[in-house]
């Protein structure tokens, strides 16, 4: 008779209990698998061996070095495109285009990073970044084939210019948060070293390009973009994937608005007031300049006051109570400032003075110049992806405070070099200034991105861009303004007394000394003969002999003329590039030894757990 009752079952093989000679069964414990770099917490980054971080790395790579040339490229290119659209840029009334091809770009990506940084880390950094090279692409196309002329075209250029500019920052702001959360920790100094020395090699290169792509046509100069950027687009569509947690949450209308118009209208405030106004050099004492700058400051403190009360703040103003992101922040708007200035000054000493002096043609100076500078872009590329490795191990503080003190040093060096220099000299010092950008650069990027909790990085990326970008704006009205100042107080009575020289008739060469400063300035910078330019109005080189014509419109007379005033506002310029590097190696050295984030616990303890909850939105009340 069979026993019904239930029969013991010999106990489970524990995982290092099983014979080694049989195989697993199917009762058998599994052993827990290997967790995969998707699995791990948000913010984390994935595991050092997973490809997916370099996919990361190539794609914004490729978009912040494509946004920062488009910020660069029409420097150079600019005699070329406005010959192709057949305006004047120097003629009376025609200055703001100048201005605006220059400066618009930069406006434009200084008020929206902050706010596109903020969508990423509501609705998906990936998808903000896809969405802005798509709109980055378009815009290109658009800019190829300005269909108008003259005053019509300049607009045209400049209005696709600023929605280029929208997509660029809808790059810039979220690459610096992607690549943070796709890599680990320990590799997050190198890869936002290469992601910062790509962006600022953009700006160096793009001299050159624009010189080189316009002597062919000044539609190229727009055309480079559409085939690398339909081709990231797509790319960046099929293999990037959302490794950070988004918050939603809302949009914060009154802190956007606020801060957008705010910030514009003091950028537009130092565009006027480059202007000449009345008879004055420049536009600082025109009403419109100080009602812009007045009013975009009080907007400004509105943006602070809205921010404190709003359920779900455009930024945290808390990150501000954080050491290392407010110093690191406060550093690279010092060094941005100074280096933004530093570019548009050796370029107008090298056409305007330098190569004329070593036998250049003035319509050949603009790609000339740009060859020349190639020191910094090189002393930058080697010394960027080197000093974010370093961080990695040594630490950020140093090397970013070194770096500044070798930027102030090449400034001071700038500062001593006669004006018609050995051009070996030169080189060495450009070098050790682009040496020094990318030591600090790589560094202080790391700490100020490692210093923010994970769902935080959209918004700290665009603050960081914003501090760069409204840094290189400003420089430009900041570098101009003091390079003015120190023309206006002798240039007018050398260029009067050499022009008398060479036989111009009195009135006329009275008149052609007082006119403002910055005409002869943004001539030099547009490869015309400044002299030619200002005599031409009033007919009076025509009735010169053919030997005085040749003396006034020669490679010599303007580069001889200049040089004395020109060296004294040299002077005030890069000794206020030295100062700004100087503070700027203070604030880099305040930030303190260990990062920490905003709610004061070390970085490494502020990524949340992947099972923490509900993600938090950006602007969540921590």
Partial sequence: MTDPSPQPRAPRDAPGDRPPDRAPGPGDRQPAPEPRSGDRPPGEGPAPGDRYKWTALTNTTAAVFMSALDGSIVLIALPAIFRGVHLDPLAPGNIAYLLWMIMGYRLVQAVLVVTVGRLGDMYGRVRIYNYGFAVFTFASVLLSFDPFDGGRGATWLIGWRVVQAVGGSMLTANSAAILTDAFPKEQRGFALGVNQVAGLGGMFIGLVAGGLLSAWDWRSVFWVNVPVGVFFTVWAYRTLRETGRRGGGRIDWWGNVTFAVGLSAVLIAVTFGLQPYGGHTMGWTNPLVDALTAGGLVLLAVFVAVEKRAAAPMIQLSLFRNRAFTFGNLAGLAISIGRGGMQFVLIIWLQGIWLPLHGYDYADTPLWAGIFMLPLTAGFLAAGPVSGYLSDRLGSRGLATGGALLFGASFLGLMLLPIDFSYWAFALLI????????????????????????????????????????????????????????????????????????????????????????????????????????????????????????????????????????????????AFGATLALLAAIASLLRGARTTTAEGAPVEEAEEPATAGPARGTGAAR
């Fill in 431 to 574: 070098a050790l200034n682009g040496v020094a950008s990318g030591m600090f650069a790589s560094p202080n990027s790391s700490a100020i991105m490692g210093s923010v909790p994970a769902h935080l990085r959209g918004v700290a990326s665009g603050m960081r861009a914003t501090f760069q970008n409204s840094g290189t704006a400003v420089s430009i009205g900041v570098f101009f303004s003091l390079m003015i100042s120190g023309l206006a107080g002798s240039l007018p009575h050398t260029l009067t007394a050499g022009l008398r020289q060479q036989g111009v008739p009195a009135h006329v060469a009275a008149h052609v000394g007082g006119l403002p400063p910055v005409s002869s300035l943004f001539a030099a910078q547009l490869g015309v003969n400044p002299v030619r330019h200002l005599l031409q109005p009033s007919g009076a080189l025509a009735r010169l002999t053919p030997a005085q014509q040749q003396a006034l419109t020669g490679r010599e007379f303007f580069p001889h003329l200049i040089s004395g005033p020109f060296h004294s506002g040299l002077v005030v310029v890069f």
